[in-house]
């Protein structure tokens, strides 16, 4: 939680544009992470409890925006999750961002109350045997890392 108080603080600090849906009622975040499967990381969890979803300069952090899960697209992160399984994105993960080449940016699911790690899923066919590429040890460690832009393979 350390890197995401650092991360709100630098924010701050810097001046960066920062536009959020708002803070969401801790019964529609429940409902979200039901849907999904998994509770929410910590982190993740006080940024869609404070913020909902949002841009932090160019970059847009997908959460939850609505109780609409089945039609509310990007950035309702619940929608784009479902909706990449479809594909084969595997269910320990929450996705919070595409990269500009098609791959995702997705947090991973580690058990009530820890922290999971984000990983970048490479682009492919399948979403169920792609790789993943570690970006940062939690949600909060993410927020100012610069977003890949090239894959392996």
């Known amino acids: 939680m350390d890197e995401y108080e650092q991360a709100i603080a630098e924010i701050d600090l810097r001046r960066i544009s920062f536009v959020c849906a708002g803070p969401r009622p801790e019964a529609l975040v429940e409902r979200a992470e039901r849907v999904v499967g998994f509770h929410f990381p910590p982190s993740l ?3 869609v ?21 089945e039609e509310d697209k990007v950035p309702n992160g619940v929608w784009l999750t479902m909706d990449e399984r479809q ?20 947090v991973e699911a580690a058990g009530e109350g820890r922290e999971g790690r984000v990983v970048l899923v490479e682009p492919g066919p399948s979403r ?5 590429r570690f970006l940062a040890s939690s949600f909060g460690g993410c927020v100012f890392r610069p977003m890949p832009t090239t894959h392996s393979g």
């Open 49 to 69: 409890l404070e913020c909902g979803a949002g841009n932090i300069g160019s970059v847009e952090i997908c959460g939850v925006t609505t109780e609409d899960f």
């Open 87 to 106: 594909r084969g994105l595997p269910t320990d993960l929450f996705v919070i961002g595409e990269d500009a080449l098609g791959g995702l940016i997705a």
């Open 128 to 132: 169920s045997n792609a790789m993943r």
């Open 45 to 47: 969890r006080r940024f």
